[in-house]
């Protein structure tokens, strides 16, 4: 299915800072589906282009890890007197939140280290050594902002995309009031069990994305929605994982009764639940509900409304 963003360009944003929305509002918007599947298809895009690097935060622990140190990486070269990415600076960015342990934290860096996500900035202990992001990382981080601007911008008529491009800066400003955000709402990081099975293992996030982006456009209705041929082979190569991985995934989903096939394998004809569709809507519309706002706040805290 190809998105269809014909949404009119919207008045509001020639005088004021784009609009931010909680997620309910975006669920409620005629072409959301149209923006979330744009989105979905760029990612999946990156994951195919970029396979290993994006693998390993394509589950949903890491993915808020690395924005965590994004964040302290982009508020650290904004203004040097706050706190760069250490072990100890990553373990204050998540006091009183249950997202990561001191050990979890200390093997993270030295798998980004591991994948060029960072560099060291000097040659301390494991507990103090500072790290920086990559350039290629930093270009990965302004294509995630880009890409769910675009998404967001072919739901409302907006123009966040052409702000970010005209405003490089304004990434240093959105994307840790973004973290922050996901970081505090339970919602995202503890997703429905319907989408937990796919987000808490190994490229989860993309085998959901993929799924998703095959439903045909057209209300859900109650009844399975057949999305073509679907392989747990071919979903593992394509995504660099094992197939028992990728049949693990798929085992699990059918039981909860979430997809299924024509046949008895984990191939050929397949089908999904409208529940795990809406699930992932759902749970979707607070990732660009949370983008949305640090997009706004950014242009507030920047003084800028167009590009």
């Not at 072919?154 to 400003?173: F, I, S, T, V, Y």
């Not at 096939?261 to 397949?270: H, I, L, V, Y």
Request: charged content about 20%; aromatic content about 8%; some cysteine.
């Amino acid at each position: 299915m190809q998105a269809i963003c014909a949404v009119p360009a919207q008045n509001e944003y020639s005088n004021q800072a784009p609009r931010a929305y909680e997620a309910d509002q975006l669920v409620a918007l005629a072409h959301f589906r149209d923006g979330q599947h744009l989105t979905a298809t760029e990612l999946l895009e990156a994951h195919r282009l970029l396979p290993k690097r994006v693998r390993y935060v394509a589950d949903i622990q890491r993915f808020m890890l690395s924005h965590a140190a994004m964040a302290l990486h982009l508020e650290h070269t904004l203004d040097p007197a706050n706190p760069g990415v250490t072990a100890t600076n990553l373990l204050r960015f998540f006091e009183n939140t249950p997202a990561a342990s001191k050990n979890t934290v200390l093997a993270f860096l030295v798998e980004m280290r591991h994948y060029n996500f960072v560099e060291p900035l000097d040659e301390g202990d494991r507990r103090s050594r500072a790290f920086r992001a990559t350039t290629d990382t930093e270009q990965l981080i302004r294509f995630y902002f880009d890409t769910h601007s675009r998404g967001l911008d072919c739901m409302d008529g907006g123009k966040r995309a052409a702000l970010l491009a005209a405003h490089p800066r304004l990434l240093h400003l959105a994307q840790p009031h973004f973290a922050r955000t996901l970081l505090h709402n339970s919602k995202w990081r503890n997703p429905p069990e319907t989408i937990a099975g796919f987000t808490k293992s190994d490229s989860g996030s993309s085998v959901i994305h993929d799924l998703i982006a095959r439903v045909p456009r057209g209300d859900l209705g109650s009844e399975p929605i057949w999305i073509g041929n679907v392989s747990a082979t071919e979903i593992a190569r394509h995504y660099v994982v094992s197939t028992t991985h990728a049949v693990r995934l798929f085992s699990r989903a059918k039981a909860q009764g979430l997809i299924g096939w024509q046949g008895a394998t984990n191939r050929g004809e397949c089908w999904i639940s409208p529940v795990l569709v809406q699930d992932y809507h759902d749970w979707q519309a607070e990732k660009f509900a949370a983008i949305s706002a640090a997009i706004r706040f950014a242009c507030e805290k920047a003084g800028i409304t167009s590009a």
